[in-house]
């Protein structure tokens, strides 16, 4: 099937299967290998991308599901070279070890501060369920994700 | 000490890593390359009447399909560290095959793997490979695998022992102090089974050069020397020079990605059958099936004490699973790394622990982070808190009663063990007393009280714990058993600009190497970090290496680091000297230059490592350049030591167990990275909790892992957990030149048995004295109904 | 993982994927948010052969007042719901369900549609369906009807939906004042237990979840609480009781006792 998505501002049309998730078709079509595999059974977070603005498990989402509609994953977080305020963030509060499970942090991270541009530490780990990380103990994601809401607000 | 050291120093990865820009082995792509897939066993113990691949090898993209008939049938991995019979019988150690030949021996166990143009078309063609299989009676627990009528894993031998073991004094002997003893406290409980579960799935891309006759292998390990060494010496016996490992970005390993598995070893094989390069990437399904796992032992104790509360004798027998085979490093878990352990941080004077090491169909059991010093943590920290309750005695107090008085290992000696070793420094009652504070003890039973009077369950729980980590002397661990040293190699390579690139043996899966370790090389050097590039994970780059486990990087590899930085400075005098036209002797270095003492006649180290290159004026019968390997053997381990603080609450309807606070003193020798340290601590602190309160691998009695998925293995989420208070001490460790211990698996260590005392503290009024982990609400609730 | 091949389509109409469900029956899933189904096909536990994608249907999206009711397209989401004005005051125990199903990004992408449809006898909105006395429509071939939410669950993964029909929308009457309790399971986070509690007036209609294989109205609970009685000891009350290995049977009961009289007092 002919599908045309809109990936950090840049239209791709390509030819998929219809079985291709979201996630394959960004890591073997695209080379967009930023987003990550963790258990592609919509458990752990690693994949997790926005479409249309809303965080979803992109391992759960067939490309044919997001045709049309406008993607935007880790890649597409910098701008013009600078890190997003949530990348950013991660990086002074110490968010990240093995960085496997980060892009999802990051791209739910978002979601999360669309939507409580204030949060508590509460309100972070309800919106983190979604997301496995073995190596920080959340500790440093939610001072993160703390910290970004304050440059964000800034 | 210097401008970088013992500071929150920013991580240099960080930022490929946040723009999606770091490279996990399932990143790369190579040109012409297959991808694989696995057929795999869906019984615990069968065997295999016939496999058919007929169908497969006509399906769609499929290049090759390969069975144990196939000539990698003849191959198996290695076990890297031997464990005999007490009585003198040489370990059974079966082959473990590539793919099984005629008898399936757990769940997932490989029989074929289908290597196709694409992953989705492997995938497909898979399921055309039909095999028969005849089921049979499978055992999984460790304990009832040595039953007299248990289902034998190996039909080589006539039970399923794989080795027995026992380590400290005299079992009569303690047999007698026991039965003498004041007071006798009895456990009996499972230290149970638990995935690892690093975030990324194991990746393989194994690439035969066809014209060269070499290899690459690209590999999510946590030490590729190793894998390279076992997988060309001791499986396929190739030749290690033809051989690269490459292991760049690996996504968490806590011991899971330490050993050489089947899977790795058979794409690098599979490779030159075909010509072209094969990748093969876990699924989660096959992670839980697949990666070795850690702990599972049942463990019956028996500790005495005086009638002050001092503790007397303490015995233990242990069954401790290996699983189906012996995986790279698993007989030294439940052994060097366990019994080594027992005298904690107590003056006990009579240690005895005996463990028998069974087969069972299971997946076999190895090194999950902290690897058989938590099994021996939670004992000790369980039976001493149960004996302080049943005695009535306060579990802070019988600790203080207990504790080996402080020692630096300079001016007191270190502190000779009952169990084999020697600990090099500690102050035990000072992590304890910082820990009290922080909780304010007295406040908390004051509360506690007033809490039960309103039908309120909340408890608090303490762990002193000490590890021995940064393994260790080569000598010491061949005469355990080890089949490979355990030192570490640290090159540091001053390029003619006066930068320098430093190569390193261990291995980066998230520790931040790549910024801590340009942190003391740059104070050691006098110059900016940004003049400093650290190499690793690349056998071709990187002399030779033992990898990363056991919390030794720094105190390993970092020492051998440190042995080059001398040996920089001292050839780096020499070349000084001579541009000053002073002797050696009156130099010093700081701040990235050589002085005449005295005088302001200087020259700065780029200056030097230019001329170490361009030797034109340069001193007589002195070698050009300025680069140097050493290899770093350490004294003794190091003994990191802390005291874990659990509160909790526990829910008296449902029995769920909230973690209100979680107070971490830990004392891991001196700090490089204070933010990349309880970075360390939270996450292992995390990873204790979760075995504590919510992981477990639970198999059928047929073998089938009921836990395989997500949907059923709990792991920690962000709502299960609370912010951890964390702070340190500081004593050195006493025998390598950063003074450090490691911080890699305190946190997993110290926690567990915080956790659960906290929740037998909570219950204790209610008769509960002891509680199965993990404290999942079904298994509180009904405690608290007995 | 990739799931085994199959044929996609996207419908823009109620009647197309009708007439597709027709045509091919069996062979063929209808995908909303897909969040229990294309986990399953990956793992090939589940092959359809056509794949119904209802998601572009227009207006199966959208929350509307009509009259005493609230009328929910089946392909709104979980996030959808909970932050709905509308379903926030007038359903609020169903807002407060969708909060707790799964995480951020399965209530960004799973509908109550598919949750329903595909009736996991853990899930959370059977519950509140069931209090609420909600009213699922359907479409088939032989035209729209109205299902009971009492006459929807069958068994396990099993609904009274025909085989040619779709859930359009779901019709809840406003609910002044409900209340939904949720024991989740360490692991997957579904529901042990869920209980929903509405009432009306003096009395409660109780929706339970995760207990039986089958969601049902704790009948007994809302009798014994009319008469004053100990109501939340009746909560499984004739109910065959699930278990694994989170929750026998012993303590299933009792969690759903524990959660009725949580709900029944909150």
Redesign the interface.
Known sequence: MKISIRINGKKHTDEVEPRISLTHYLRETLDMTGTHIGCDTSACGACTVTLNGDAVKSCTLLAVQADGAEVTTIEGMAKNGEMHPIQQAFKEKHGLQCGFCTPGMVMVAADILKHTPNPSEEDIRHGLKGNFCRCTGYHNIIKSIQHAAELINK | MGNYVGK?V??R????????????T??I?LRKMTQSAFVRSPYAHAKILNIDTSEAKKAEGVVAVFTAQDGCGEFGVPCGWQVDFKNGETMREPKHPLLAKDKIRHVGEAVAIVIAES??LA??AA?LVSVDYEELPAVTDPKKAMDKDAPLVHDDWKDNAAFDWCIGNDRAEVEAALEKAHHVTEMEFRNQRLAP?????RSYIADYDVNGDKWTLYTSTQNPHLIRLLMCAFALGIPEQKVRVVSK????G?GSKVYHYTEECLVTWASKEIGRPVKW?S???EAFLTDAQGRDHVVKSKMGFDKDGKIVAHLTDEYCAMGAYLSTFAPAIPTYLHGTLFQGVYTTPLIHLNVTAPFTHTVPVDAYRGAGRPEATYLLERIVSKGAREMGIDPTEIRFKNFIPPFDGVEQEGYQTQVALQYDSGNYEGVLKKGLEMLGYEDFRKEQSEARKNGKLIGVGFSTYIEGCGIAPSAVVGALGARAGLYEVGQVRVQPTGKVSVFTGSHS????HETVFAQFVADKLGIPMDDIEIEHGDTDQVAFGMGTYGSRSLSVGGSAIMKSIDKILEKGAKIAAHKLEAAEEDLDYAEGKWTVKGTDKSVSFGDVSLTAYVPHDYPEGLEPGLDFSSFYDPANFTYPFGTHIAVVEVDA??G?VMLNRFIAVDDVGNIMNP??V??QI??????GVGQAL?EEV?YDEGGQM??G?????????????P??ETANTVTPCPHNPLGVKGAGEA?TIGSTPAVVNAVVDALAHLGVTDIQMPL???TV??AMQN | MIPAKFEYMKVSSVGEAVDLLEKHGFDAKILSGGHSLLPAMKLRLNRPEVLIDITGISGMDSITEQGDEIVIGANCTHSQLLRSELVQKQVNILAQAADTVGDVQVRNKGTIGGSLAHADPSADYPAVVLACDAVIVAEGKNGSREIAATDFFEGIFTTTLNDDEIITAIRFPKIAKGNYQKFYQSASRFAVVGVAVVRDGDSVKVGVTGVSDTPYRATAVEEAYAGNGDAAEHAVDDIEVMSDHFADVEYRSHLAKVMVKRALEA
Do not use: C
């Open positions: 929150p920013k991580r990865e960080d930022a490929r890593f946040l723009k999606g820009a770091g490279t996990y399932d990143d792509k992953l989705e995938r497909d399921e579960n690093a975030m990324e799935p970005d690996v996504g968490g806590f990437t699924d989660r399904s899966h998230g520790q931040g309807d449902t769920r933010m990349i309880d970075g939270h996450g292992g602190v995390a990873q919510l639970v009921i836990t998925s997500y949907m059923d293995y709990a792991m920690p989420r962000a709502d299960d957990l912010m951890i946190g999942k609400p079904q609730w009904k």
